[in-house]
């Protein structure tokens, strides 16, 4: 009985070894707008590659009319400076700052509400710039009215902003359509915005909630 018992206790058990991979997963934020084809979220670490190869499709055109990076500041940092912002303006409520993209997860552009103040009349302002290589498939009209929508829908569904401004350069006539077509119009106001070191006449158009 004893001789069985010891040979029982000589057998160790087996020690099995799982490696356990240990790098990060991004978790994406979660979509708070969609429309038909495009998806809207805040910005993470992943869509960098996509968001500077969107810029260098059209950069001279978009330095014309947006700010883009600040004097020796590299694409990666404006990338983070954007993303960035648009986490803690966010938070703060003065801002609403998205990605758009495709279900397949494909960046379309970015679509702003920025210089958001709720007193007695909640107001904000439209900017946006779409990749030039996806031009003319309608997604910025469909980007433009889907934020507009969040923009002047009440109160938690959207923003619950009165209305809302966007200031639109002369020559910029696909922006003045895409404005137009969404419901924008012209308010007869102009003003000189410093965009990239120049200033440059911009038209204000607006919008209101019905």
């Not at 055109?61 to 600040?70: E, M, Y």
Request: with cysteine; hydrophobic share 40%.
């Amino acid at each position: 009985m004893s001789s069985v018992h010891l040979h029982s206790l000589s057998k160790q058990p087996r020690t099995l070894t799982r490696v356990i991979n240990r790098r990060p997963i991004e978790v994406l934020p979660k979509a708070d707008l969609t429309t038909q084809r495009l998806v809207f979220r805040l910005l993470t670490r992943s869509d960098k590659s996509a968001f500077i190869e969107a810029i260098n499709h059209d950069r001279s055109n978009l330095r014309r009319w947006i700010p883009l990076t600040h004097e020796h500041e590299s694409d990666a940092h404006f990338f983070r400076r954007t993303m960035t912002k648009a986490r803690v303006q966010d938070l703060s409520g003065i801002a609403w700052r998205r990605g758009a993209f495709l279900e397949d997860g494909q960046f379309v552009g970015m679509f702003n509400l920025i210089k958001v103040e709720r007193g007695l009349e909640w107001s904000g302002e439209a900017n946006w710039w779409v990749d030039a290589k996806l031009a003319g498939n309608g997604y910025a009209s469909e980007a433009v009215q889907g934020m507009i929508d969040h923009a002047l829908a009440e109160h938690p569904i959207g923003l619950g902003l009165h209305r809302l401004r966007a200031q639109i350069c002369a020559d910029n006539p696909a922006s003045i359509r895409i404005a137009q077509r969404c419901g924008f119009a012209k308010n007869g106001r102009r003003d000189l915005l410093e965009i990239n070191k120049a200033l440059v006449s911009h038209d204000e158009y607006e919008c209101w909630a019905s």
